[in-house]
């Protein structure tokens, strides 16, 4: 498959990336999004700026209770990451799940937030967690970055440095549940929850929801629900049925909307289990 | 008893498969090449009323441009259709089409450039005014009136009917049944999806006035004939090279005769370089061959006591937009001769309507008809099993065709070869444990989890197939085999064969067959094939046939050489030739009686080269040619026992056991035989709940990549308990059988009818394929249990 003609810039620097980027330019990190778009032409750039070389935005780390992860960091050594299993394991299942190995050794963490596929899985999880995508003009609260189909927060030119995501104290656990289309192995749907106990009782949650709607959302409805409830099946099961109250479902071959809609609430419950049965 | 048949002997091929040194068509550089990139339509249906190759041609490093008239001024014939019924109509079908676009994929023009890159950057700038028309699609549907025609000379888009069996028997059977079971299967569109896409290439060499052909066929031979006889006239046989060299997978989607290998050499000799095109995955959806495709209206007899008495099919097949080369085999002689399955059934008839619509044909794969049959057979058998309160074993066991009643001439043409079917059942039975699958079925149920079983048994035609037969079937070729054995000076040996390998292992097995039949070892063999010229003539592997009928070919040309090497043995030892003993355990030929009055095979091999004491009239030299034209077919089959859980949540199936026995006759290599078996089976798992070419109703292919097309993986799978009976064929001297297609063949009905079973508190008799969690979870959800 022969993509559309293109220039290839590799920058050593961050700031040498800002300014070959922005206008027709496309960055280019692991390249398991962008390159299959070139191949099928759906997506023709006049230059590749290949960011993949810059050390600053390489590795992960723990400040306090925040973990940063570095944008170029793949999806398999967040996967296998001491510091993320450690401080927040929901979000290591989460990057565990994507695509298969070839995938997650060459895909980033940056390129995922920044393509924003719909059916990708990091959003999700990173809404749960309350993540924070920081760029080089700012940072963003991960709920506020996923904006619509294929589009965020990001300026042009403005590249994604790091996500940060605090780390899952005492009392709190999460947990990612995600049903695979059987073709692509994206999400079909794919919740995240964080919950956060007291005694017996649900003190707060959050709910991530990604692969449903266009782009990734909180489920506040069913947030509401569980919040101050005694985590039981039932009380699980009513707010797992909010959860697709959030967004508007797609509807594609993979699924209906209406089965969109249940399967959310069954991706829910097991989020939510697994997330309490953590805390 | 050789010293290899039998045997694991590792595939010679691997190393270099899994070392990425594989030779394929992709891989193939030639000086000064050129590259050739083909438009194709993104319409299902539409009239060209012009098109504007200017701005194409006109771009640096574009060679040359061509279109559809270009090929027909330029002598090109249409494509062959060389599997025909009485009286099908077959439609004209060019290599690039000159008027009008039939199927989204349809190949327009072609560009020949510099390289791939700028091949591909000129097809944006070729100008077609397309005329959209309305598109048909749907096997059944497209006969309705009204329907926009794919060929305006074509009636009601029906190519041709067909039908096969004992009508009155089969009615009587239904006047006198006490049930008769009814179902309506739509057997989906496949798409074959081989690891390694098309390609082809093409070198002219006008000094000899000699054309080679590179192409990733299944059979080459038939390739080169098709060719010269039909579609490049200009380049007689004799100066047309054919070669398919490594080749990734085929499944029967490389069976069949291209439109690029016709354009590529015909554009290599008009631009007078060689030139190469390699099929882009999205190309690989909309033009190689796609798989069944039936609308099925089945219904079986059966007696109160359980057993079948009859069975009547209509079926209607979508062919696609045009006749693929034996496209109308596959819904009609291949299938409807299968419909007795392994049972004894009085009254059959089945009856086909080949149809056209605006689609990527349909021709063979995998299995090739055979699932349709086994499919629709083991459903209705199941369905009338439990309509009859019967265990589906049971049921099976009383209407199986028992041992001592082989051979056995079936209703519907074909006489069985030989079979256990009782022996196999029983052992699928035993390695299942199936009792205690079933009572942990019960307890399974009674804790509220969807488990469900499945049975299938089926047997197939494979070794395909006795010349006269397929000729008064509608073949246009004999379905024999060629094979030829070098022995070189030092006793080294090259055999030749025109079976073609594209996953199969014969550098293997054919080794293991002629290391035997000749007393030598395993090491001291190549096997060549896939070449024109190297290999005199060969038919191609498909239909199973391989071992049955090319090695039996080369079987043939083994005992040639024997006869030689005896009789020179017995002259040069001074013996009678009776008295002289190959021993092909050791690789020796002595006198009896007296062992160390012998030859070895190298000392006889120089010998015959020498030439310097041969007896009376014989010729120097030790190669032998011969050809094998089978008896009869082959007939191998299989039983499958499986176990599934439906996740009663989201509707989503998981395999948790699959048991399967296979009796393929005698075994050549269990290793690789065991590969076969594994393979099809999960191509057939693939179809049961995953595949699935969709076409929306304006003839898009909605499921145009692997996206949207789900392949099955290693992960969908437990780990698959495999075993054999073995029940010689007695058609050859091998004893073998086919063993490509029998996995597919059983495993689809297999899978199908555990998931029915275990739904069985959803008021649910049949479901169509594939069983997408979201169409299971509709039954669950709406049937409320
Ligand atoms: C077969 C396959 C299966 C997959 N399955 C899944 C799956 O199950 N779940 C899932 O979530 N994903 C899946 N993916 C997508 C995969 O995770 C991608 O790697 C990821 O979406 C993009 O990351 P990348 O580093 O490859 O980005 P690239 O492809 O290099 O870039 C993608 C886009 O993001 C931009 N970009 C990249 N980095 C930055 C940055 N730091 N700042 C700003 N813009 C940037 C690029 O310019 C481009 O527009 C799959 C991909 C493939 C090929």
Not at chain 1, 166 to 195: C, E, I, M
Not at chain 1, 248 to 264: G, I, N, T, W
Not at chain 2, 25 to 33: G, H, K, T, W
Not at chain 2, 174 to 195: C, G, K, T
Request: glycine share 10%; charged share 20%.
């Amino acid at each position: 498959m022969q993509p559309s003609k293109f220039e290839y810039r590799k920058a050593s620097t961050l700031d040498e990336a800002v300014s070959l980027g922005g206008g027709e330019a496309d960055y280019l990190a692991g390249g398991h999004s962008l390159i299959p778009a070139m191949k099928l032409r759906l997506s023709e750039p006049s230059t590749l700026v290949d960011i993949s070389g810059i050390g600053d935005l390489k590795g992960i780390s723990r400040d306090g209770d925040t973990i940063k992860i570095g944008a170029l960091t793949t999806h398999s050594e967040v996967a296998s990451s001491g510091v993320v299993n450690d401080g927040c394991a929901a979000l290591a299942d989460a990057a565990g799940m994507i695509g298969d190995p070839q995938v997650r050794n060459r895909g980033t963490i940056g390129g995922n937030v920044a393509h924003a596929d719909p059916a990708s899985d990091y959003p999700g999880i990173l809404v749960a967690l309350g993540a924070t995508i920081v760029t080089t003009g700012r940072s963003t609260a991960a709920e506020d970055f996923f904006t619509g189909l294929f589009e965020t927060a990001l300026g042009e030119g403005e590249i994604v440095t790091e996500v940060q995501v605090p780390a899952t104290g005492d009392g709190t656990g999460a947990a990612y549940s995600k049903f695979f289309n059987p073709a692509s192995r994206y999400a079909v749907v794919g919740v995240g929850a964080v919950v956060t106990k007291s005694g017996g009782t649900c003190e707060s949650c959050r709910i991530g929801v990604t692969g449903a709607s266009d782009h990734a959302y909180r489920a506040t409805a069913a947030e509401e629900a569980l919040s101050g409830s005694d985590l039981g099946d039932e009380a699980i099961a009513a707010a797992a049925a909010k959860v697709a109250d959030g967004g508007e479902m797609m509807s594609d071959l993979s699924a209906s909307a209406q089965y969109r809609a249940h399967l959310c609430s069954v991706m829910a419950s097991r989020a939510i289990s697994e997330a309490a049965s953590r805390a | 008893m050789g010293n290899y048949i039998g045997k694991n002997e590792k595939r010679v091929e691997d190393p270099r498969f899994i070392q990425g040194k594989g030779r394929y068509v992709a891989n193939l550089s030639l000086p000064d090449m050129a590259y050739v990139a083909i438009l194709r339509s993104p319409h299902a249906h539409a009239k060209i009323n012009s098109i504007n190759t200017d701005a194409a041609k006109a771009m640096d490093g574009v060679i040359d441009v061509f279109v559809g008239q270009d090929l027909i001024d330029g002598g090109v014939g249409q494509m062959p259709v060389i599997w025909q019924l009485p009286e099908n109509k077959v439609p004209v079908r060019w290599p690039l089409t000159p008027d009008k676009v039939r199927h989204v994929g349809d190949s327009v023009a072609a560009v020949v450039a510099e390289d791939a890159y700028i091949a591909r950057d000129a097809l944006d700038l070729i100008k077609v005014d397309y005329e959209i028309l309305p598109a048909t699609t749907g096997a059944e549907a497209t006969t309705g009136d009204g329907k926009p025609l794919v060929h305006d000379e074509i009636e009601n888009n029906i190519s041709y009917t067909w039908g096969l069996g004992d009508k009155d028997a089969c009615d009587k059977a239904f006047e006198e049944a006490d049930h008769v079971i009814e179902v309506d299967i739509e057997n989906q569109r496949l798409i074959p999806n081989a690891m390694e896409p098309r390609a082809c290439a093409a070198q002219w060499t006008a000094s000899t006035e000699e054309m080679t052909v590179w192409t990733t066929s299944q059979n080459p031979h038939i390739i080169r004939f098709g060719l010269s006889a039909v579609t490049l006239p200009e380049i007689p046989e004799h100066k047309l090279r054919v070669i398919s060299p490594d080749v990734g997978g085929g499944f029967g989607s490389k069976i069949f005769h291209y439109p690029e290998e016709i354009i590529l050499p015909w554009v290599a000799k008009r631009v007078n370089r060689p030139v190469k095109w390699v099929a882009t995955r999205s190309e690989s959806f909309m033009t190689d061959s796609q798989g069944r495709d039936h609308v099925q209206h089945c219904k079986m007899a059966v007696t109160k006591d359980g057993t079948i008495t009859g069975l009547h099919v209509e079926l209607y097949a979508d062919m696609g937009a045009y006749l693929s080369s034996i496209a109308p085999l596959i819904p009609t002689v291949i299938c409807i001769t299968l419909f007795s399955g392994l049972y004894k059934i009085p009254g059959i008839w089945g009856h086909t309507t080949g149809t056209l619509t605006n689609t990527v044909p349909v021709d063979a794969y995998r299995g090739a008809g055979r699932p349709e049959a086994s499919f629709l057979l083991e459903r209705l058998v199941d369905m009338a099993a439990k309509e009859l309160g019967m265990d589906p074993i049971e049921f099976r066991r009383k209407n199986f065709i028992p041992k001592d009643e082989f051979p056995y001439q079936t209703p519907v043409a074909f006489l069985y070869d030989s079979g256990d079917y009782h022996a196999m059942m029983d052992k699928a039975e035993e390695n299942a444990g199936y009792a205690e699958m079933r009572k942990n079925q019960e307890d399974a149920r009674k804790e509220g989890r969807l488990v469900g079983i499945g049975v299938c048994g089926a047997v197939e035609a494979s070794g395909y197939g006795p010349a006269a037969t397929v000729g008064a079937l509608g073949f246009y070729g004999g379905m024999w085999e060629h094979g030829a054995i070098r022995v070189h000076p030092t006793g080294r040996v090259t055999a030749f064969t025109g079976s073609h390998s594209h996953g199969q292992g014969h550098e293997t097995t054919f080794a293991q067959i002629i290391a035997d039949k000749l007393g030598i070892d395993v090491a001291d063999v190549d096997v060549v094939h896939g070449d024109t010229d190297l290999v005199t003539q060969g038919m191609g592997t498909y239909g199973s046939r391989s071992a049955a009928v090319g090695g039996e070919a080369l079987v043939n040309a083994a005992t040639e050489i024997r006869n030689k090497l005896v009789e020179l043995a017995a002259h040069l030892l001074e013996a009678s030739v009776d008295d002289i003993v190959y021993d092909d355990e050791n690789g020796k030929v002595y006198v009896k009686g007296v062992e160390d009055k012998a030859k070895t095979f190298g000392e006889l091999a120089f010998a015959a080269y020498s030439g310097h004491s041969l007896p009376e009239g014989m010729d120097p030299g030790l190669e032998e040619a011969a050809y094998y034209n089978p008896g009869n077919f082959t007939f191998p089959c299989s039983a499958h026992i499986v176990q599934v859980e439906v996740d009663k949540d989201t509707g989503e199936t998981t395999i948790q056991r699959y048991v399967a026995i296979e009796d393929c006759g005698n075994v050549i290599n269990p290793m690789i035989v065991e590969g076969q078996i594994l393979g099809g089976i999960v191509q057939g798992i693939g179809q049961a709940l995953f595949e699935h070419g969709i076409y929306d109703e304006s003839g898009q292919l909605v499921t145009g990549s692997m996206l949207d097309y789900t392949m099955p993986r290693a992960d969908n799978l437990p780990m698959i308990e495999s075993d054999r009976t073995e029940t010689p064929s007695p058609s050859n001297s091998l004893g073998v059988k086919g063993v490509g297609e029998m996995g597919t063949i059983s495993s689809t009905p297999a899978v199908v009818n555990a998931v029915v079973d275990a739904l069985t508190d959803y008021d649910v008799t049949h479901i169509d394929m594939p069983l997408t969690s979201e169409k299971i979870w509709n039954i669950i959800n709406s049937n409320g249990g």
